[in-house]
C-alpha cells in the first residue's frame, strides 16, 4: 500500500540532480526515482548483512581463450546449489554473453562472481542482486 506524505524538501543542488537522474533513467516521475533509490539502498544494506538474494552473473568472455568455457562449467557444477541457470549466446565479434541466475547469501554470491569473473579470458562481469524476501 502506498502512503503519500509531504513536506519532503532537498537543496536545489540535490533536486537537480534527482530531475538528471529522473531523466537518465527514463522514470515516470520523481517519486518513482526515489522509490527505486531506496529499494537500492535496501537491497545493498542486505548484502552488507548478508542476507538471502537472488541476482545474476553477466559474463562476457572469449570462449576460445584459456579454456574459459571449460573452467565456467567446472565452477558452475561446483555451485548447484546457488545456480539456477544459466543462459549463454554466441556474439558475432567471437564472444560469448554468458548470464547465470543465481540465489543464496549475499556473502556466497559475491564470492562465486568473483572466482567466476576473475577467469582468464572473462572480458566483462558483473554481479546483480536482488532482495528475495
Not at 536545489?12 to 527514463?26: G, I, W
Request: net charge neutral; glycine share 4%.
Amino acid at each position: 500500500m502506498a502512503v503519500t506524505r509531504f513536506g519532503v524538501s532537498l537543496e536545489q543542488d540535490l533536486l537537480e540532480a534527482l530531475d538528471t537522474f529522473v531523466q537518465d533513467n527514463s522514470y515516470a516521475n520523481r517519486s518513482q526515482a526515489i522509490r527505486s533509490l531506496i529499494e537500492k539502498n535496501i537491497v545493498e544494506k542486505k548484502w552488507l548483512c548478508n542476507s538471502h538474494v537472488a541476482g545474476a552473473i553477466v559474463l562476457v568472455y572469449d570462449p576460445k581463450k584459456n579454456d574459459v568455457a571449460t573452467h565456467l562449467l567446472t565452477i558452475q557444477q561446483s555451485h548447484t546449489q546457488n545456480i539456477l541457470s544459466t543462459q549463454r549466446f554466441f556474439r558475432e565479434n567471437n564472444l560469448c554473453l554468458e548470464i547465470i541466475a543465481v540465489e543464496g547469501n549475499a556473502q556466497q554470491l559475491t564470492r562465486l562472481s568473483d572466482e567466476i569473473i576473475s577467469l582468464k579470458g572473462v572480458v566483462h562481469g558483473k554481479l546483480i542482486m536482488s532482495r528475495v524476501d
